[in-house]
């Protein structure tokens, strides 16, 4: 089993910045991935970006050039930096840590929210 948790969320004018961070703990040599996802109210939850063990990071469209996300994947840590926030990223943000091989297995933090006022 693996534990996360997330944290760093808040209130931010838009144009602002916020930085997410996660820590795994236990069996963390299973996890193959890790990233954010968000969900905002009556929507359902969205990729927001992903890395690998390896370092291999994807996004979504929508936050491509404003929010980076790095760690390491082996030290169970993942962040997220967002800057030139958006009223529209307004949402609860989750970390999740993934096993991908031989079978799926995800695991997900409580979730901390993003609130971006315009």
């Known amino acids: 089993q693996v534990q996360l948790v997330d944290s760093g969320g808040g209130l931010v004018q838009a144009g602002g910045s916020l930085r997410l961070s996660c820590v795994a703990s236990?069996?963390?040599?299973?996890?193959?991935?890790m990233g954010w996802y968000r969900q905002a109210p009556g929507k359902q939850r969205e990729l927001v970006a992903t890395?690998?063990?390896?370092?291999?990071?994807t996004y979504a469209d929508f936050v491509k050039g404003r929010f980076t996300i790095s760690g390491d994947n082996a030290k169970g840590t993942v962040y997220l930096q967002m800057d030139n926030l958006k009223p529209e990223d307004t949402a609860a943000y989750y970390c999740?840590?993934?096993?991908?091989?031989?079978?799926?297995?995800?695991?997900w933090g409580q979730g901390t929210q993003v609130t971006v006022s315009s």
């Open positions: 999740n840590a993934a096993r991908v091989w031989p079978t799926r297995e995800d695991y």
């Open positions: 236990g069996s963390i040599f299973r996890i193959d991935v």
């Open positions: 890395i690998t063990r390896v370092g291999s990071t």
